[in-house]
């Protein structure tokens, strides 16, 4: 590797110790040369490994092919979808008490975050609780050659912690060899009339392979037990939001997220049963085809132990074919202490799909 390469990212690899933006930004400015070079990710996968060589490696997930025998003549497009945890959260009030806090530490941290997405390579990355855009994933993504875009929330809880990095929000990442951005909207979500602190990035992308649109959505939905009816509300806000950016699902449609809902909860319901015709791509895993993961996060906390199903891909069936999922952690992987820990930075699991489209773009069922 490079000695200009390895001084990058030492300088990237500090954790500012500071949360003001304006801080991060001057961070930038000051890099601003340095990020005019292209990164080749073999070598910050390096970079990665040396800081992570005392921690287990990898676990090893399989893609599982899910491809009809519809023909396609273009490359899939691979889209990942991961709340990574917030670091303000993780070390300040999410509380994993089986968790040890040496687990916790963002110089390593943050490595097993981007090992992750190195290993996948997607050509879209749609993130959630993400509170150190500005110091690590837009400076180093932005030369891995994505175009980059971050919505925070409007109160974010990570500003109420000591030493944080500034407010987490979502955050969305697009290959620019493979697509061209149309438009971009950035949605404060509303529930019963009123804004709320939940937000959603909505992206309409052009494939220079095959010249199709379509739109690529990012969401955070409120937590919390008790919360249903309001996450129900911000669902169809988003609904209706989509169904305005898609002209009625003219335009394929994607919508990652971490929804803080289980799939008996209305807002799954609502989603289902759009007039957007949307399928969540992980139910394709089970046996039936009905039946979503069971679970996508996993974690101990005070309360006792947490094991649901919150993560979800939704994709316009009638447009788009899912070639391939990634597989789930299995139950031995994880451990008996949960997420996240030393081997798995988040107490999310990670989702990547990948979508080829329809050879008939006219059928709409």
């Not at 945890?85 to 687990?103: R, S």
């Not at 090992?115 to 996948?120: G, S, V």
Request: with cysteine; charged share 20%.
């Amino acid at each position: 590797m490079g000695n200009s390469t390895s001084r990058l990212y030492s300088v990237l690899a500090k954790t500012l110790s500071s949360g003001a933006v304006s801080q991060h930004q001057e961070c930038l400015e000051q890099l601003d040369s340095a990020q005019l070079d292209p990164l080749d990710p073999k070598d910050l996968l390096e970079e990665c490994q040396i800081v992570l060589q005392k921690r287990p490696p990898r676990f090893q997930r399989n893609f599982v092919s899910l491809k009809k025998n519809t023909a396609s003549n273009h490359r899939p497009i691979r889209v990942m979808q991961w709340n990574i945890l917030a670091q303000a959260l993780g070390e300040g009030k999410d509380n994993f008490v089986q968790c040890p806090m040496e687990a916790l530490k963002w110089e390593e941290r943050k490595c097993l975050i981007l090992e992750e997405i190195l290993a996948y390579k997607p050509d879209i990355l749609c993130l959630q609780e993400v509170d150190h855009y500005f110091d690590t994933f837009e400076p180093l993504l932005s030369r891995l050659g994505y175009q980059c875009t971050f919505f925070p929330k409007p109160w974010s809880p990570c500003l109420d912690v000591e030493r944080n990095n500034g407010p987490d929000g979502c955050a969305m990442f697009f290959l620019k060899e493979r697509f061209e951005l149309v438009s971009s909207a950035n949605i404060r979500l509303t529930a019963m009339k009123l804004k709320t602190n939940q937000v959603a990035i909505a992206q309409t992308l052009k494939c220079h392979e095959t010249g199709r649109l379509f739109c690529i959505a990012v969401t955070h939905l409120k937590a919390r037990t008790g919360w249903e009816r309001f996450r129900s509300a911000q669902g169809c806000d988003l609904l209706q939001n989509l169904k305005s950016i898609t002209q009625g699902a003219k335009i394929p449609l994607i919508v990652c997220g971490d929804f803080n809902a289980e799939p008996t909860e209305e807002v799954y319901r609502e989603f289902s049963n759009s007039s957007l015709n949307l399928n969540s791509a992980y139910k394709l895993l089970s046996p039936d085809g009905q039946s979503e993961p069971p679970y996508t996060t996993w974690k101990i906390r005070p309360s006792g132990e947490c094991r649901h199903t919150l993560d979800y891909i939704w994709y316009s069936q009638h447009a788009l074919n899912v070639n391939s999922a990634l597989g789930l952690l299995t139950e031995e992987q994880i451990g008996p202490n949960r997420l996240p820990s030393f081997n798995y930075p988040s107490d999310h699991l990670s989702l990547v799909c990948d979508f080829s489209f329809n050879q008939d773009p006219d059928r709409l069922l």
